[in-house]
């Protein structure tokens, strides 16, 4: 038999792989995140208590900071907020030697969406450097009918909603195959951008009928699957079932064709396959 892939583990596993993933941020992925309209700051500071606090980020991108009234922090990296509230504090004879820590309360400004095959769709707040395992599991996980390959597609300039993907887009699509991130591929974890849509398509099946087990149509869980895959997810043949006696019946150009084939022939999306009954 053929190696099958457990789907029904994918899900646990991609919320293994993001602690795994998580463990592997450094602070400075952190502190170099670029702040937004609507994000909100917490600022502490050690010179002053009562200058700490939440503050959200306006509009504008600014906010207002007491002694020094509006600060631009829109476009800036948390480590540059730091740098020039430390530097006004300083340059306006408030302190000496400022010593502040800036850090995210609330990540409001960036987001991305993931729709498809996950228990949760919808839009998802982009918060620090998120990766894809990350925002599947902030999305419930891929569900069963869910194929082994997530599609990411970059956000044009333009773009406010989700973005499906197009042959007018693939210069911006990035697919990655879900089953090399269940078997440690963190090379393919890709990094999400603001406006990223992921996109999860449906499994395609195939059908399985005659001399098996449990006829029916199954999900195509792997790339390449042969015909004795395909009837393995059936529960393999019956007694009565001939191994030479077994036919594909495939549309080719809106045309049914009946193919012979061979148990390590690979089946293709929306094939019947038929086992028949021995000559006895």
Known sequence: MGCKVDK??????????????????????????????????????????????????EADGTFTFPLIGRFKAGGLTLRQVEDDLKRRLKDEGFFKNPQVTVAVETYRSRKIFVVGEVRSPGTI????????????????????????????????????????????NGDNIVRVDLHDLQQGGFSNNTMLRDGDTIFVP??????????????????????????????????????????????????????????GVKLSDVVKPGDTIVVREKFF
């Open 125 to 168: 707040t982009l918060s620090g450097n998120m990766n894809l395992v990350e925002a599947l599991a902030r999305a419930g996980s891929t569900l069963p009918t869910a194929s082994a390959e997530a599609i990411i597609v970059h956000a044009s300039e333009s773009a406010t909603g989700p973005t499906l993907p197009t042959a007018q």
């Open 202 to 259: 449906r499994a395609e099946s195939v059908y399985v009928f005659g001399q098996v087990k449990n006829p029916g149509a199954y999900v195509l869980q792997q790339k390449n699957t042969t015909v004795l895959q395909a009837l393995s997810l059936a529960g393999g043949m019956t007694d009565r079932g001939s191994t030479s006696r077994i036919q594909i019946i495939r549309v080719v150009n809106d045309e049914k064709k009946e193919i």
């Open 8 to 57: 029904s583990r994918l899900p646990v596993l991609l919320l293994a792989l993001v602690v795994a993933a998580g463990m592997g941020q450094t602070a400075t992925s952190v502190v170099d995140y670029v702040v937004g309209p609507q994000d909100v700051l917490t600022i502490t500071s050690y010179d002053q208590a009562d200058l700490s606090g939440k503050f959200t980020i």
